[in-house]
């Protein structure tokens, strides 16, 4: 996906928004968070998270109390959308084997706290243009079973690596949850052709388009 600066969404810049949504993503959130992240009201917060849910941007989250939301597989888009230009068919099928190479080096060394067991390809990539917004990528990313008897351990452990690196964390929460971050953080490599989204999180949606699996490990 690609937005544009002049471009907007319910009435607000579209980079904004992004913005918002891809500071949000990462969990459940409220109009407050949206309040705070846009630094508007709590009423104008709601009539956005309105307009955004008309949009399908946005979601009730299941089983979380009233007024609780998260994004959608299309509001995760949005979130990881670039205002680059679009690319080129070949260079989005060399990032994507790229992309894959790294979940083999990932899978293979067992210093990463997780290990990737599935990934999908979905969107502009399984159509037939020639030139694409982004590759969009869902992964399945689960605890290495060697750690399970110890992992909250292997988490800080990682995260103490990472403040030995220069790393600052705020919350306990974010210490807990850097050893996932960081095996994201590898995998994207910084490379703004490339979208990921949580495949446990967006597999409803995701059975509703098309999409491809590109590679499962065996139960």
């Known amino acids: 996906m690609i937005v544009r600066s002049e471009q907007a969404i319910a009435g607000f810049k579209a980079t904004k928004i992004r913005a918002t949504l891809r500071r949000l993503a990462q969990g459940f959130w409220t109009a407050d968070d949206v309040a705070r992240e ?5 009423p104008t917060a709601e009539k ?25 597989i299309a509001g995760n ?12 068919r070949q260079t989005g099928e ?39 917004g ?7 990313l689960e605890p290495r ?3 399970q008897d110890r992992w909250s ?17 705020s919350r306990f929460v974010d210490r807990l949850g850097w050893a996932e971050r ?14 990921l989204h949580d495949l446990e999180r967006e597999q409803v949606l995701l059975n509703r388009i098309p999409h491809r699996v590109l590679f499962e490990e065996p139960d």
């Open 38 to 42: 846009m630094k508007i009201d709590r």
């Open 48 to 72: 956005l998270i309105a307009a955004l849910r008309s949009s399908g941007y946005v979601e009730k989250a299941p089983r979380e109390p009233k007024g609780t939301w998260r994004n959608t």
């Open 77 to 88: 888009a949005l979130a990881n959308a670039t205002a680059a230009k679009a690319i080129r």
């Open 94 to 132: 060399d990032r994507l084997a790229e992309f894959l190479g790294r979940v083999h080096l990932l899978n293979a060394d067992d210093a990463w706290a997780y290990r990737i067991t599935k990934v999908v390809v979905f969107g502009s990539y399984l159509t037939d243009k020639s030139r694409l």
């Open 134 to 140: 982004d590759v969009d990528v869902a992964i399945r």
């Open 145 to 147: 079973p060697m750690y």
């Open 153 to 169: 351990e292997v988490l800080l452990a990682r995260a103490e690596e990472a403040e030995r690196r220069g790393t600052r964390f």
């Open 182 to 195: 960081e095996a994201k953080r590898f995998l994207k490599s910084r490379s703004r052709s490339l979208s």
